[in-house]
């Protein structure tokens, strides 16, 4: 109710804003959620300080997520319901990328409930549900970079390096260290997945939302494409 009454600019920067929070939140848990594992924490940080940080960061992002998803529903420019959000490809604005947004998103609710209810279900049942992290944060990576209008602006790009680097440093620690297991092969192929998934989506990144006319190929409804209202010539922009 309170969002119908915003205008549909206003929506849509608070769109973007909290995509790029939700995702600095997400990287920041990862990376916090590694460390926990490999009990990182020592005299100057304690481990239930970690482990704390991980938690709350991780709730954060659920807002911030929670804020991503409103406000895209509410802009009345773009044709996404409540559904497109968490079922996966079946919208009609840029199908693709929202739909890997909708699957980040139902992992994340995944992660975040089984989290809750650790003590009920098990450590076992808790740790295989936990490794969906890995995916998730990829998955909302190519989201971002698909559907997001800023992905060509320069610092928006050096928030996805900084991310990518900070989840890779922390995956190499954890794989370069007695917490990546004991199989050397696991390990061998852990390293080349996610070389592999970093190089992929880069790649993919230089020939799609990179490049110009992304907006048309993404998959955005023609009657959007260069609109005349104020909403219209700005917004989605990304070519
Ligand atoms: C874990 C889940 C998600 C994360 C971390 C995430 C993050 C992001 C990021 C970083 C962007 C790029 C923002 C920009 O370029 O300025 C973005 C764009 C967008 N996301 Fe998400 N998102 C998630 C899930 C969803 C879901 C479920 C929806 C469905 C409503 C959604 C709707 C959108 C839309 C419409 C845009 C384009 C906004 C624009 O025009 O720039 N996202 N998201």
Redo the contacts with the bound molecule.
Sequence with gaps: MILAAVNSQDL?YT??GS??M??LL?TASVVLGISQIGRVSGQSMPRFVVAGLHRNVSLLAVVF?GL??AT??ADPF?P?TVA??FVPFVGTYRPIW?GL??I??DL?IALVVTSLLRYRIGFRTWRATHWASYA?WPI?VW??LG?????RVGW?QLIYVVCTVAVLVALGWRLTTRWGGTDPGQRTLAAFGAAAVTIAITAWAFQGPLRPGWAKRSGTPSGLLGGTTTTTTT??SGG
Excluded: F, K, M, N
């Design positions: 849509w769109t973007r995509g790029i939700a995702l997400l997520l991503h998803i895209a529903v773009a996404i497109d959000s929202l947004g909708a980040a998103t994340l998730c909302a989201h971002g559907t997001g209008s800023d992905s928006v917004s989605p």
